[in-house]
């Protein structure tokens, strides 16, 4: 749990997140607009922060500002403990504990110096072990806008491979913890994502709906940063979304020198840079020319921006641990660019929105972007897109983290339970997964165990929170003293749960975190051939046994004796609910159904066989002209001993010397079929294996793919290439962080020319990937159970990279290759697709977000071993049905976020989940009725918040920028404010792809 320290002293007053107040009342008949007492914020008269404590800059002069700060990664080359702590420096310099205390103390020294910090979780982690005199000193600074908090998420996340759920999670809670313990003066207003590897329009979209007044950031692609530079278009306004309007644009400014220092001015102990000498009687005086150097860079930097202003930034990776080194050299430098060259310039210490504030002084009209920045290239053989695929187990382990984070908070609540410290450490961990070198997979090896240790820990305590949660909820007899087991089984994606594999009696409880009632059929790793399903009605499903793969218990580390997998079809799990089924062995009989002569499965819609090359062949049954080839290949490039990594794949770039090859088919395949499943069993090769399967009454076509280990006598990349007779020009849609999907075309950018290698095609495919033909008639979608890598490098073809053995590193400082190993030999990876393949009809697109959400967020499998308990004795003891909801909510609004927050408050976060003009039938506004939202709980006061839910949304007012375009970006609310018609209702409105946050007070009904 968060410590929260009370500081006393008469300056300084630390406002609490849990002393939020409501003033919203529900009278009979009364309708009024919500209310709130200034439970945010700090209004102390003593505080100068925000854009009042910006130092004055001259409209007459070029005003410098300099930026002190430091990059301090969440992990990379070395752990989180071990960057904290300063361990192991061997490996790297690196001390952040040194980093804040020796800055703290150099901002004492000077009041006109200032200091940005921006990794909540290391600034936490510092917080909580300093005195209280140390703390009295740190709030006073950031009262004073000298020790200014820039974007403020739990780590800076990575924009490619990140889910946005998980992203507004991260800052959601770095935002908090900040209010918790600084109050009002540490909310971030800029957004500073100087490292990740390219920008994603979701992510400025994000920004925008937080309440940020900009975004500052360093790497594009260089090209794109070249010509921007001629055309003085370094900054701009991005529009976040088409749906969500002005509300989402967000002003934009890429910095100059990526983050560093301009070349010879880095004054860190970390550097060898001479510093700067202006004593007038010392032989080393270099003070007229070092400055005349300095203003050089200067100029040539104002000459790419349209103001009189320009940042530089001061800082690199883990610098400031001498912070005094740097802070005697800047008060040098600025103290003599002033006294020497006054009339022209002012040097200011300054900070990145001081520096955006006065550049929208300036009331300047600003050129637009639709796009994102996708992909990222450093130059013309170093396109940043191998780590979109980078670590595959890695990304999908945080994906299931965060399908048991949003489990975990959303029976916390509807079991009327308080914020726990185990679900904060949860939360803090996937936090730290968001990193740009952690679910990236561009972190060292050990560090990715690490990153996976973190993980596991939150999960089994997670699990803890779960079980107990469950138990009170599931028990009729609320005062009976219950000791039985909850389980979740964490790897079912290898066909492995020891309590279903040991116990021949058992509970499978299916708890459904989306927002709507499903269906879903469920897979059982099991060691006998015969079972008995029965309902919470006490109906006897169908059931269906089929093998496990023998590739799959082939595979290393598999510690299981299920051989089978018990199928069952779960009928209407409710939205925000649990069903529970009981399950027994049979003692005879088995329900393996194989034959030999089988060759090819079916359904209403399609024939699928393997051909003789090995590829699976999906032939349309309604339209013999509609088919579909499924196929394995591999970019190669041959392991040489050369010590020019430069040209070599890695990590972070994909570099494939030609164009992909064939995997020879070298293989066999099997059959099963039932009535719940029909399924290809297809061994490849010796390192390539998938299921194709097809389940009674669904369209969608599944295929699980299992890779590994790779050869080590080539560098690998795999992908899976789906080749249609869609007639798709080589256009394609990928999704931005699992909202929007953003048009792509082969060889093709918007705003400037470019080489042509296979990698620049390559965009990151956090959920979905689709292609159409022109008249947009028919459609090919996939959706991923993680991010990857996807491109059209052909009409008609979808290729997604899914698996990366690398022999060398790429030379862009991870200084390590990507060769995975587990249980000594390489990585085995196993996987899902789901492909949907027709006319994109309402319903169509309907099944696409349902499916996109399924994968996101399953129903979360819970195992209870019950050998002495009868199904009547299970049945009179526990409720095995329950929904958190009262209504149903209509299709396209989704609870993105209900979790416990403070003082016996909840937040919430609903969402649409269509497009404007996405969808005739879906993409209208839908009104949903907050009071009558949740079962068991009335509602007494709502207040709606930013989207981090750290400011009143009345109170927010951001800068307004000029576009070029008349489409000004608002200052005031996002959108309209709750309405209230009547005691019984609170009707919100949800416009096209708007996310509305919440935090309301609930009380048991």
């Known amino acids: 749990m968060i410590k929260v320290i009370k500081i006393i002293s008469i300056s300084i007053s630390v406002f609490l997140l849990q002393e939020v107040v409501f003033s919203t009342h529900f009278g009979k008949k009364k309708s009024r607009y919500w209310t709130s007492k200034s439970v945010f914020n700090n209004e102390k008269n003593h505080e100068n922060c925000g854009y009042k404590s910006c130092a004055k800059v001259d409209p007459t002069k070029l005003n410098i500002h300099i930026v002190a700060h430091s990059h301090d990664d969440v992990g990379w080359l070395k752990t989180v403990d071990q960057y904290f702590f300063g361990k192991r420096n061997n490996i790297q310099n690196a001390d952040v504990q040194k980093i804040l205390t020796s800055s703290i103390k150099s901002l004492q020294k000077n009041p006109e110096r200032r200091f940005i910090y921006v990794e909540t979780s290391f600034l936490w982690m510092w917080w909580v072990r300093q005195n209280s005199k140390t703390k009295v000193v740190v709030q006073s600074l950031i009262n004073e806008g000298r020790l200014e908090i820039i974007g403020g998420g739990w780590s800076m996340n990575d924009e490619a491979v990140t889910h946005y759920q998980s992203v507004i999670d991260q800052f959601t809670w770095g935002f908090r913890v900040l209010n918790d313990n600084f109050g009002k003066c540490a909310r971030p207003k800029i957004g500073w994502q100087i490292d990740p ?107 790419s921006y349209r103001t009189n202003n320009v940042i530089i930034t001061m800082g690199n990776d883990f610098n400031y641990q ?179 594999e040991n116990n021949k009696k058992f509970v499978v409880t299916l708890y459904n975190p989306t927002s709507q009632e499903i269906s879903i059929y469920v897979r059982i790793p099991v060691t006998g051939t015969s079972y008995r399903v029965l309902d919470y009605l006490g109906t006897k ?130 059959i099963f079929k039932g009535p719940l499943v029909e399924e290809i069993h297809l061994a490849v090769n010796d390192y390539i294996s998938e299921v ?58 918007k705003t400037w020319n470019f080489h042509k290698p296979i990698a620049r095609n390559y965009y990151p495919v956090t959920t979905k990937i689709f292609l159409q033909d022109r008249k947009k008639k028919l459609r090919l979608t996939i959706l991923t159970d993680r991010s990857q890598g996807g491109t059209s490098l052909k009409s008609g073809e979808i290729d997604l990279m899914i698996h990366r053995r690398l022999s060398n590193d790429d030379g862009f400082g991870v200084g390590e290759a990507l060769n995975e190993t587990a249980f000594g030999t390489g990585l085995v990876v196993r996987g899902e697709h789901s492909l949907l393949f027709g006319h994109p009809s309402s319903e169509f697109k309907l099944n696409e977000k349902n499916e996109a959400i399924r994968m996101a967020h399953r129903p979360w499998i819970i195992i209870s071993p019950v050998e002495n308990i009868s199904y009547e004795n299970w049945k009179n003891t526990y409720k095995m049905l329950s929904s958190g909801l009262a209504e149903t909510l209509p299709p396209n609004v989704q609870i993105l976020t209900l979790e416990p927050w403070k003082s016996g408050t909840v937040l919430l976060r609903l969402e649409h989940i269509f497009e404007l003009k996405e969808c005739k039938k879906y993409s209208d506004p839908v009104d949903v009725n907050i009071k009558k939202l949740f079962a068991a709980f009335i509602v007494t006061s709502v207040g709606e918040t930013t989207l981090g839910g750290n400011q009143w949304l009345n109170k927010n007012n951001r800068l307004i920028w000029n576009s070029n375009e008349n489409d000004n970006l608002e200052n005031n609310q996002f959108f309209e404010p709750l309405n209230f018609t009547s005691s019984d209702e609170i009707i919100v409105q949800l416009k096209p792809m708007q996310i509305r946050t919440f935090i309301v007070k609930l009380e048991k009904n």
């Open 197 to 303: 590897f390219g920008h994603s329009r979701e992510q400025a979209s994000m920004f925008a709906l937080m309440g940020f007044d900009g975004l500052l950031f360093g790497r594009l692609d260089y090209q794109d940063k070249n010509k921007r530079m001629e055309t003085q278009t370094m900054e701009m306004i991005w529009k976040g979304s088409p749906s969500l309007g002005a509300s989402s644009n967000l002003f934009t400014s890429i910095l100059y020198n990526l983050y560093g220092p301009p070349s010879g001015f880095c004054f860190d102990s970390l550097c060898s840079d001479q510093p700067l000498n202006d004593d007038p009687e010392s032989p080393h005086n270099n003070i007229k020319r070092r400055v005349k150097e300095f203003l050089t860079f200067v100029n040539r930097q104002n000459e």
């Open 322 to 500: 001498e912070a005094e080194s740097w802070f005697s050299n800047l008060d040098i430098l600025i103290k003599n660019i002033n006294y020497l060259y006054g009339s022209k310039y002012n040097a200011i210490y300054s900070t990145p929105s001081c520096y955006l504030k006065a550049v929208n002084d300036a009331q300047l009209f600003w050129s637009t972007k639709t796009d994102d920045f996708f992909p990222y290239a450093s130059d013309t053989q170093s396109y940043w897109t191998g780590y979109y695929t980078s670590r595959p187990t890695i990304k999908f382990y945080e994906r299931m983290g965060n399908n048991f984070l949003q489990v975990v908070k959303q029976l916390l609540v509807l079991n009327n339970e308080p914020n726990k410290k185990e679900l904060n450490r949860f939360r803090r961990a996937m936090g730290i997964l968001q990193h740009h070198d952690a679910i990236t997979g561009t972190e060292r090896q050990h560090v990715a165990d690490d990153y996976s240790r973190i993980l596991s820990i939150s999960m089994r305590e997670g699990n803890k929170l779960m079980a107990n949660t469950l138990r009170n909820m599931m028990q009729k007899d609320i005062n009976s003293e219950d000791t039985l087991e909850f389980h979740s089984c964490l790897q079912l994606n290898i066909s492995s749960c020891k309590y279903t």
């Open 541 to 670: 499903l169908v059931t269906q046994i089929v093998p496990v793969p023998l590739e799959v218990l082939n595979i290393p580390g598999r510690k299981s004796f299920a051989e089978y997998e018990l199928i069952f079809f779960a009928q209407r799990i409710p939205a925000l609910g649990y069903q529970s089924f009981y399950i027994s062995e049979k003692t005879q009989g088995s329900e393996i159904q194989f034959n030999k002569s089988y060759t090819s499965i079916s359904s209403n819609t399609w024939d699928i066989y393997v051909n003789s090359n090995g590829k699976v062949v999906v032939q349309s049954k309604t339209n013999r002209l509609l088919k579909m080839l499924q196929s394995f290949h591999f970019y190669k490039d041959k392991k040489q001993n050369s010590m020019n990594s430069q040209i070599k794949s890695g990590a972070y770039v994909f570099r494939p010397k030609t164009n992909a090859l064939n995997i020879r088919y070298e293989g066999y395949y099997k």
């Open 692 to 749: 194709i399967r097809i389940y009674n009454g669904q369209d969608r076509i599944e295929f699980n793919w299992l890779v590994g280990p790779l050869n080590t006598q080539y560098d690998q990349e795999i992908i899976m290439k789906y080749k249609t007779t869609i007639k798709s020009k080589n256009k394609f849609y990928t999704d931005s962080n699992g909202r929007d999907m953003l048009k792509r075309k082969k060889n093709k950018r």
